[in-house]
Every structure is written in C-alpha cells, then in structure tokens.
C-alpha cells in the first residue's frame, strides 16, 4: 500500500533502543528463546502490523503468523505472532506495539467516519488534509489508507490548490479570475482547485473554468444550497466540503451533496488498546 523506508523504522528503534536493553542483560535472559503474541483488547481495524514484522526481522525476531493492515480485529483474538531471543523479544516489544496502536487507531477511526458517510452518501469520498504530524506523515497515510480514506494532498508538489492568501499576491479575487485560463494551460494535466466559502465567488470561480471548488466552514445547510445550485448549472464540477468536519458531523456534510469530506480529525484518533504475551519456550 505504502513503503515506509528502512531509516524511519530504525529510527524508530534507536527512540527505545539507543543502546541496549539494560534490564535484560542485567538477568542474563538475553540467549532464551521465547514467543510473542499481540492481540487487541477492541474491536480494530488494524495497521502498522507490516512494519512491526520488518522491525522484529531487523531484531532477530521470526515472525511465525500475522494478519495485514487494513484487517479488522476482534477482541481478544491475536493477530501477530513471532519467536526468536528473549534479548530480541524485548528491544522489539514496546516499539511495535506502541506503532500498531496508534496506526491502527487511525485506520479505526477512519473505517468508522467512512462507514458513517456511506451509509449517507455511497458516492462520497473521505479525504485527509496535509495536516498530519511532522515526521510520521508516510506511516499516517498508510492508516488513514488502511481504514478506506485517501489523502487529499500529500504535500504541496502534486496538486494545484489556490486559496485566498494566494489571490492576495496577484491582486485579489478579480485578478485571479482573469489568470484562470492561464494557469490551466501552464499545467494542462492539473486539475484545477479553489477554496472558496462564498456561493457567490463559488458560481464565478464555474464560470470561469475551475475543476473543482473546495467550500471552506461551511454549514452543512448552507453547503447544500450552495451544492444544489452548482451541481444544477455546472454537473461536472468536483465539489469537496472542509473545516470542522469530524465523526459527530461528517452524515450531515455527506447528506449536503457534495462529492468528498476533507478533514484533519482522522489523525488524532486515540490509540487502540492491544496487548503482548511473552512467553519463554
């Protein structure tokens, strides 16, 4: 689905593991071979479970079974299993099921707003913004992907995306009016995309050849006027609904019309509770 790189799971072992795993070589434990079963105390929609097996590889941990990302959990019931040196077992421990509860939090949390927007609207698609946590967006896209989302804009480089702080620089909303047809030819592949939370500049910005318009704190009443008006003179204009949209809100934004959910909450989900039995063989 996504490769994470080697240095981002090394790194997340020297986090936990900067030396060495004091207390186990302290008893002497480290040559004993033991097991490892991870299991979820929730019902989850898992993910990360690749990237735990990759880094109890890179420990010396064999893993024996697991099932994949994007897999739902029933409490309970384990999901990775693995064996190798009990040294091993206890570097990789707290590292892989620290990165599979907070991966499979978001997917969890992902399934559950996409589950609620389907049941509204099948059409509609759920969407991330770029506004994940600095350092983990590779692994946070890969959760939000596990649990049926699909990031928006993975950063500033692929998408054409024009807000008003940038039609402050060429002269406001009438200027960028008239650059709209050069723009397009500049990047013909591009789709072109405005945020706006205005229907009147919503209709202009049609008229004027944009793909798709982004509408920015909206309410949802207020989008579906907005959605109805547009779709009726402009059939083929993608419409995407942003600002404050969560769980608690995301059927009423979905029922509005529009064609996605863009939204910021699916990565800050709490982390699933799971749970690791070690045992010596």
Known sequence: MIYIPDDVLDRMISEDVPYCDLTTWALDIGEQQGRMEYYSRQQAVLCGIEEAGRILEKLGVRVIDSMRSGQTVQPGE????????AGAIHMAWKVTQNLMECCSGIATKTRRIVDIVKAVEPRAA????????????QISVKAIMAGGAFPHRLGLSETLLVFEQHMNFVGGFDSFLERIASVKAKLPEKKLLVETSSLECALRLAEAGVDALQFDKLTPSELRMSVAELKASHPRLVLLAAGGIDEHNAAEYAAAGVDALVTTSLFFARPMDMSVRITAL
Request: hydrophobic letters at 40%; a positive charge; aromatic letters at 4%.
């Open 126 to 137: 759920v969407v991330s913004t770029r506004k994940s946590l600095p350092g983990v967006k």
């Open 78 to 85: 384990v999901f990775l299993r693995a064996e190798g040196p």
